[in-house]
Structure formats: C-alpha cells, structure tokens
C-alpha cells in the first residue's frame, strides 16, 4: 500500500498538467514511511512518449535526499495518451526496486488517473494500492 496525501497527488497532477504534452517525471522523498519533498525534475527527453530524470536536477535532488537520511520512496512520471500502467519502457529502465513507481495518465485530461507500482529487477509489475491521507 502506498500512503500518500492529497497535496502530494495534487502537486503530481499538476506537474502532469503543466508539462502537457510532454511527460513529467520526479522523485517523492520519505523518512520512515513519513513523505518529506517531491522534486519536479525536468524531463530532458522532452518527449510526450517517455522521460529522461535531468541528470543535474536528479543528481542534486539525490544529494539532499542522501544528506537529510531520507529514502527514495516513489518516482514518478505520467504519461499523456496512455492508461496509467508501466509501459515496456518503463519497466526495462527501472532501477529502483524498493521504490514505488507512481504513474499519472492524462488520457482523459479532465479525469487523470494516478496508480501506484513495484518494478522488481525480474521486470515483475505489483499494482499497489493507493491510500490517500490529509
């Protein structure tokens, strides 16, 4: 199960929105289960079809996670004409397997749709549940 609150999962959507028609991509640090940041990083591939974390930006973002003893709790990123699910591509590039991957589907804009994953390194997909808190 993946908690996260309704700020996280509004802040995610619009970094969707804005980034439209381009894919979003980022990181939501945590503690101990507790969220402490989300990082908006840019997608360098600038691409409506996939992501490429911004090697500076994620670089930085992993440093201040890495100095404050925080955790990469979940990526995530959207994708803007398909059904929020893993696509091959994201499955063959995932390299966090303690992490969630959180993706944001515009596919319907007004509608977007946020599902929580496991990407395990035999490329295995666990759908979790998404429990939203205030």
Sequence with gaps: MIKLNQTYINNMIVHAKDTTPNECCGIIASKNGILKKLYKITNSAQSPFRYIMDTKEFYNAYKEIDENGWD???????????????SQTDIRL???????????????????KIRGFNILEDGKVIEQIIDINS
């Design 72 to 86: 990469i709790f979940a990526l995530y990123h959207s994708h803007t004409h398909t059904e929020a699910y893993p």
């Design 94 to 112: 995932a390299t966090w397997p303690d992490s969630y991957y959180i993706i944001i589907s515009l596919q319907i804009p007004k509608e977007p």
